[in-house]
């Protein structure tokens, strides 16, 4: 077995980076980096003590680090392990990866050091998969969603939609295995009707892993319209600090600029572009192009409106190009009046907003946990935790739809069982009540190499 | 006192369902073999319902005809009614079921093991096994000893068989014959994990006491179709009539105040019964708020008056089992010629076997049928095939034979006893199959006829016979997908008849013949160069084309499978020492040893992070090899 190392700590957040090594040569390997300031090796340390001391890459300084050491079998992955501990910031801590890595550790692969742990029977594969959610939470909601998997509300769902599946498949067994018991036919004109709910059951769960995965992801945002209508202003309202250039010259904004605030619950990945109109200047073309191909990527556009003017030509072509895209019209500037005909945003959610003043910031956290379906979700709805799960789900509810068709389109009862009984696969996958070697593989891949 | 009587290859002890196709197959695959039964005059005898097949039950019999075996041959031949159960409710729970003369299916099997070359039948009672150097002994109870490489359990509900018939009991076999008693405590001697089962029959009563004015009638089907690919379609025909009658409040009545008087109730029987043919107190007890229930008066066969009341079998006692019987429609002044009884006996746990079917830790030791704690004729049967099969491939040299759960019913069955095991007799059923739309009755040879082709137990006409068939389907499938229709009033009308939208472009008759509600015959008069075909053919291809979607879902589902079935586990793996895996797992792990991680993966109590811990295992093993290299 090799010796693994690699950060365990997200990269730029928090105070402090973490490296774990961990393996048969674990110790050694950390003695060539770690420098105790007494002279003391780690190698002789005993099991959960903590040293003191400088790390180095070759020669050269690296920070000044905390070795924390365990001996096999008490550490995460039941191996001999260091975790090396320097100041935080993506810099610091890759250049001490790099330096354990040429001390003669191989880089983890992603999931590896959960997957030695289960390995070497310190935790259970679903212990390992909640395990992962509760890392990679991102908000409070999210949390809280991450021990309702791990408390088991998920599981009851689930179990609820299994055990109707397995009703079915029952029903239609007992009606095939058993012609002459004079079994009511009643059962089977039921089956439409059971479908079409456990249908139901597996939409709502995937709708709200959707919506779950906007509060752990984010949306990718884009902040649109004409120039000079206020989107820079709208940014640094939602960033809370000066980050685009404000002038009240069009065309100010001339690059794409990219930031990530949270807007309630919801964390916004937020593009502000280049205003969009005609323009002569080169630079500025650059720019527009840049914009027309982040709308098209966006997950959600803000496109903002100047509400003391009636709409322009330039405007009115934006919410053209918007049809198909998930949107929400600012009409900003209140402050200085609203004369813009409301019946121009016929069917799209708006919001009155000045930027300028901070004015409608609550009115637009409503408006995005309306549109990326966040507002529907308590923090007790019932979440998938794993896109491993929500694929599951998917596959089950293709299934169901594969069989609701067979059976509306005449096709004999054996063909519809067929499709249940794969439904009900996908869902014993789901809960891990059925492996297979996809499940398994699938389920290290997704591990993050943390933990 | 004892004398040595003589060497066989196979001893096969049971001259049943199952015993007959070991007999057969072992004997016919070039192993001299020896065929002991307590009775000549009850080979092949059938104790319970006269009848054959039924849901997946005749699949077993369509598929063990397609290996080489007796059953289906023998059922054809004589057939009183046969009818295909399920029609409407699609191709894969297509069943055939025929009532049987069963004293003419007995005289059949009889001659048939006679008619054998290698196989010498005989009357004794097996009373003791022991194990030699390179075989086995078997004593009788005149005290004859022979020698054998291998022996087949087959002993059915002889073995330990004791009766119930309310307060009285007494030790017998089935339908009047002497039990076993001998044989268990030398099989114990060998520390066979035995245990107790119990099945149960119902009355058969004289046909000339029944008034079958008051009862429904149940038809033969019009066209009938055989159990053997290699029976003349026009060979069978239906020669009688079923009736249908019911139980009412009066005899939920008398059941209950008499249930006192049940062996069952009253706890006097040790052994677990069938829960898919409960007794008719069993079902009223269970399913109290049922008001009536179902059953069939069938004929006993041609030449007889007895008829079977199918649905009503019963440990009640005598006098209370007439007043059952006569408080149903059509049966009140009804005269019992046999009176139902229960009887229990001994069988393995068959996690105990391999799937080969022999006993695991007993070399050429095997076991077949109601001995494996399974529950039926057919599914006997086919055991019985495959344990004659594998101890004559031992003995032979060849290697084993085992049919996958993908391939058959059959691999089903056995993975299912030997994998999960059973606490009741185990009855097949289509639900025990997760790939019914692969393995239906009508491709039981494409599925099956070339492995008993290369096995050498079908014959060269039957296999080329299979090979035209299969060659037929595939030119006319491609012929159909080919031939266009074009939109016309005649050919819309019809469409619009049956219920599917009219045409506005050409289509393929094949793309017609994918919609459910048009068969090949219907596009007859739209396609006047087709070939002339038989039934099978037709039906294969028909299928073939309109179940395609989700037969290619099933085969997929297959290819996944199939690669946890690759995944071999190593023999000798020590499952005590494996960290992860829960105590529970371990013992199970220990106790079937699986031989891939697919088996693993079946065995009740290891779940799937066991399996995972195995996967694991495996890993570390590979590349220690790797490693190693």
Known sequence: MKTIAAIITPLGMGGIGTVRISGPDAFAVADRVFKNQNGKKIADAKGYTALFGKSYNNESLVDETVALVFKEPKSFTGEDSVELSVHGGSFVVKELLNAVLSAGARLAEPGEFTKRAFLNGKIDLTQAESVMGIITANSHQDLKMQQNLKEGAVSKKIGAIKNELILLAANIAAYSDYPDEDLPETRIENLEAQLKFAKSELHNLIANYNAGAVLKEGIKTVIAGKPNVGKSTLMNMLSGYERSIVTDIPGTTRDVIEQTVMLGEIPLKLYDTAGLHESDDTVENVGIKRAKECIDSAQLVLAVFDGSKPLEKEDKELLDSLKDVSKIAIINKTDMGTVVDEKDFDGIICVKTSAKLSEGYDKLVKAVAKISGTDRLNPDSIILGTLRQKECAQDALGSINLALDTMQSGFTIDAVGVCIDEALEYMLALTGERVTNEVTNEVFRRFCVGK | ?629
């Open chain 2, 1 to 629: 006192m004892s004398y040595y009587a003589g060497e066989y290859d196979v001893a096969v002890i049971g001259a049943g369902h199952a015993g007959i196709e070991a007999a057969l197959a072992s004997a016919r695959l070039g192993c001299s073999t020896a065929l002991f039964t307590i009775n000549l005059d009850w080979v092949g005898n059938m104790p319970c319902n006269p009848s054959i097949g039924g849901t997946a039950k005749g699949h077993l019999v369509r598929e063990l005809d397609a290996l080489g075996g007796q059953m289906g041959k023998a059922a054809d031949a004589t057939t009183l009614q046969i009818r295909m159960l399920n029609r409407g409710k699609g191709p894969a729970v297509h069943s055939l079921r025929a009532q049987i003369d069963r004293r003419a299916y007995s005289g059949y099997m009889k001659h048939a093991v006679e008619l054998e070359p290698s196989l010498d039948v005989k009357q004794a009672e097996i009373t003791n096994i022991e194990k030699q150097d390179d075989g086995w002994k078997l004593t009788t109870m005149l005290g004859a000893e022979y020698t054998v490489k291998a022996v087949i359990l087959a002993t059915g509900t002889f073995l330990g068989g004791k009766i119930f018939v309310g307060e009285v009991n007494f030790q017998s076999g089935p339908d009047g014959t002497f039990a076993a008693t001998e044989l268990s405590k030398s099989l114990k001697k060998l520390n066979l994990p035995l245990r107790r089962f119990k099945t149960g029959t119902p009355a058969r009563v004289d046909k000339a006491s029944i008034n079958f004015d008051a009862l429904d009638i149940q038809e033969g089907d019009a066209e009938v179709y055989p159990f053997s690919f290699s029976t003349e379609q026009n060979a069978v025909e239906n020669k009688v009539v079923c009736h249908i009658s019911y139980t009412n409040e009066k005899t939920k009545e008398i059941i209950l105040k008499n249930l006192h008087r049940s062996p069952l109730f009253s706890g006097q029987i040790e052994g677990v019964g069938p829960r898919y043919c409960p007794s008719i107190e069993d079902k009223i007890v269970r399913f109290a708020d049922k008001e009536r229930h179902q059953l069939f008066i069938e004929p006993c066969g041609e030449n007889t008056e007895e008829m079977y009341l199918q649905g009503m079998s019963s440990s009640l006692p005598e006098d209370v089992q007439i007043q059952i019987y006569r408080s149903i429609k059509g049966l009140e002044n009804v005269k019992i010629m046999r009176n139902a009884y229960a009887i229990e006996y001994d069988c393995i746990d068959p996690l105990a076997l391999e799937p080969t079917l022999e006993v695991k830790g007993h070399s050429g030791l095997y076991g077949a049928g109601q001995f494996n704690g399974s529950s039926g004729y057919e599914e006997a049967a086919v055991q019985g095939f495959v344990a004659g099969v594998n101890a004559a491939h031992k003995i032979l040299g060849k290697e084993p034979f085992v049919l996958t759960r993908e391939s058959s019913y059959i691999g089903t069955l056995i993975d299912d006893l030997v994998t999960k095991g059973c606490s009741d007799p185990y009855r097949m059923m289509t639900s025990r199959s997760e790939y019914r739309l692969l393995l239906r009755q009508d491709n039981a040879d494409e599925r099956l006829m070339q492995k008993g082709y290369e096995l050498g137990l079908v014959d060269k006409q039957t296999y080329d016979d299979f090979l035209a068939r299969m060659k037929q389907t595939h030119t006319e499938i491609e012929r159909l997908e080919q031939t266009y229709v074009g939109p016309g009033d005649k050919i819309n009308k019809m469409l619009s008849e049956k219920g599917t939208t009219e045409l506005s472009a050409g289509a393929s008759l094949a793309d017609l013949i994918r919609r459910p509600q048009i068969s090949y015959d219907d596009l007859a008069e739209f396609d006047k160069d087709r070939p002339t075909l038989c039934h099978a053919v037709k039906e294969k291809l028909e299928i073939h084309i309109k179940y395609e979607g989700y037969i290619k879902r099933q085969e997929l589902k297959v290819k996944e499978q199939i690669r946890l079935e690759k995944t071999l586990i190593p023999d000798g793996l020590d499952y005590s020492k494996i960290e992860g895996l829960r105590l529970e797992a371990r013992e199970k792990l220990a106790k079937v040893n699986p031989k891939s991680i697919g088996q693993a993966s079946r065995i009740s109590g290891v779940t799937p992070a066991d399996v995972s811990v195995l996967l694991i295992v495996l890993e570390k093993i590979n590349r220690k090899g790797e490693n190693n290299q």
